[in-house]
C-alpha cells in the first residue's frame, strides 16, 4: 500500500507541475499583449495615412494673373469667360472670323488638338469680324464647341492684343508673356502646342 501511496502522490506532484506549465503558457499571450498593442499601431497609423496625402494635396496657390489674361467676355454659347482663370498655364489664342476660309482650313487643327492639350495648353478661340450667328454656324461646322470660343463681334480682345486681321495666334508662356504673334498653318500650331506642353 505505501509504495502505491507514493506512486500516486507523486503522480499528483508531476500533474499539478504539467499544470502550472499550461498556466505559464497561457500567460505568455497575455503578456505578449503589447504585441498585440503594436500590432494595432500599424492600423492606427493607416487610419491617419490618409491625412497625409491630403495635407501635401492642398490645393496650390492660385497664380498671378498677368496682365495679358486681365480680361473677361462671353463665348458664343453665352457663358460667362475669365481668362484669368487660364494663369499660371501657356494658353493659345486663336482670332478667327467665320468667312475666313484660312480660318475654316485651320479649324480642323484646333478641333483635333485643343481637347487633348485642354488642362495644359488651352487654346480659346476668338471670334470677331463677323455676325454672331455665322459663328455658331462655323463652331457647328468644325465640331470647335469642345474649346472655349469668345463671342468679340466689339472687338474688345482683338484690340487688346492689337490684331489686325484673321487668322492671327497669340501664343502666351505660362507667365503671360507673348512668345508669338501672327499666322500658323496646322503643322506649326500642333508644334508649337506640344512644346509648349512639355515645357
Known amino acids: 500500500m505505501p509504495p502505491r501511496n507514493v506512486r500516486h502522490a507523486g503522480a499528483a506532484v508531476v500533474l ?40 501635401s494635396a492642398a490645393p496650390p496657390a492660385p497664380a498671378t494673373v498677368p496682365k495679358t489674361l486681365s480680361f473677361a467676355g462671353k463665348t458664343l454659347d ?32 484646333v478641333a483635333e488638338i485643343a481637347p487633348k492639350y485642354r488642362d495644359t495648353v488651352p487654346i480659346v478661340g476668338v471670334a470677331g469680324l463677323g455676325e454672331q450667328k455665322a459663328m455658331k454656324e462655323f463652331v457647328t461646322e468644325f465640331d470647335l464647341a469642345g474649346t472655349p470660343q469668345l463671342d468679340d463681334r466689339a472687338g474688345a480682345v482683338w ?28 503643322e506649326s500650331l500642333t508644334r508649337q502646342v506640344e512644346t509648349l506642353a512639355r515645357g
Open 78 to 109: 453665352g457663358t460667362a469667360f475669365s481668362a484669368a482663370a487660364l494663369a499660371g498655364r501657356p494658353v493659345v489664342l486663336w482670332f478667327w472670323a467665320p468667312w475666313c476660309a484660312t480660318c475654316a482650313s485651320q479649324a480642323w487643327t
Open 16 to 55: 499539478a507541475a504539467a499544470i502550472a506549465a499550461t498556466g505559464a503558457c497561457a500567460v505568455g499571450p497575455e503578456r505578449a499583449a503589447p504585441a498585440g498593442a503594436v500590432a494595432a499601431a500599424p492600423t492606427a497609423t493607416a487610419t491617419a495615412s490618409p491625412a497625409t496625402p491630403s495635407t
Open 159 to 186: 484690340r487688346r492684343f492689337k490684331v489686325a486681321e484673321q487668322s492671327t495666334f497669340v501664343v502666351l508662356d505660362r507667365d503671360g508673356k507673348v512668345v508669338h504673334q501672327g499666322f500658323l498653318d496646322g
